[in-house]
């Protein structure tokens, strides 16, 4: 059963990795799939992909962080397709270097475009979803949220702040039936996946690591319309790596 068919889905970063196993999800179950990206040849990559499986995708190419380029976006794709029912905020980008070198333009670029472009994402979908009788919005955060490695505060600071914008918007939405929640990554592998080693999936509880798809499967059920009771969490799909206490022997 097409859980999504007519559904209009949007999902941004959608030029490659998680994005772009999303978007094959979601056309998957019967969506109107919109991609975004500020990667104009990453979005034209999956939507050939799509084309070739036997999808289409409406495709859009603006900056997540630039408030203007959102606004307009969201507007235009409420015009044409005429709603937004779900919408996936994918795209994110760090910075990692020392706090010591970090730059305040390297610093609100990140924040900018993780934090604020998320949010104002957000509100202009939820300004869509409200008039159609509500929606689902899905923000992708991190484990970095959660626990850091060094050089990593501007992106481990918009992933955190991720988290609490979701349980906000969650309860601010709520009486326009919109459900808001968020997804913790934590080693989700884009690339050659043959190419990991052993010691990478055994430090995993699962004993392997992660794929693209399993944020997808995570997703459709945080946006299935049956699953309307669940607003505000954040879902951790990491394999249990976080759960796993390390010595050094």
């Not at 009486?175 to 934590?186: F, H, L, Y």
Request: with cysteine; glycine share 10%.
């Amino acid at each position: 059963m097409l859980t999504y068919k007519g559904k209009v889905v949007m999902i941004t970063g959608a030029g490659g990795g998680i994005g772009r196993s999303l978007a094959t999800a979601y056309a998957e179950q019967g969506a109107k799939v919109v991609i975004v990206d500020k990667n104009e040849d990453g979005l034209q990559n999956t939507r050939e992909r799509l084309q070739a499986a036997g999808y289409d995708a409406y495709l859009y190419v603006f900056d997540l962080s630039n408030p203007a380029e959102i606004e307009n976006v969201m507007k235009e794709v409420g015009e044409t397709l005429g709603r937004i029912d779900i919408l996936i905020n994918n795209a994110g980008l760090g910075v990692f270097k020392s706090p010591y070198d970090l730059t305040v333009e390297e610093w609100d670029y990140v924040i900018h475009t993780n934090l604020r472009g998320t949010f104002l994402c957000s509100r202009e979908a939820a300004k869509i979803m409200r008039n159609n009788g509500g929606g689902a919005i899905v923000n992708i955060s991190s484990t970095r949220a959660l626990m850091s490695e060094p050089n990593s505060e501007a992106y481990a600071a918009s992933k955190g702040g991720i988290l609490s914008l979701t349980h906000a918007l969650a309860v601010s939405l709520g009486p326009d039936r919109i459900t808001v929640n968020a997804i913790c990554p934590g080693w989700i592998e884009i690339g050659d996946y043959n190419q990991l080693r052993s010691v990478d999936h055994l430090q995993h509880p699962s004993g392997r690591v992660g794929k693209p798809e399993d944020i997808a499967r995570a997703c459709l059920y945080l946006t299935d319309p049956k699953n309307d009771f669940v607003t505000g969490i954040h879902l951790v799909v990491d394999g249990g790596m976080t759960r796993k206490m390390i010595y050094v022997e």
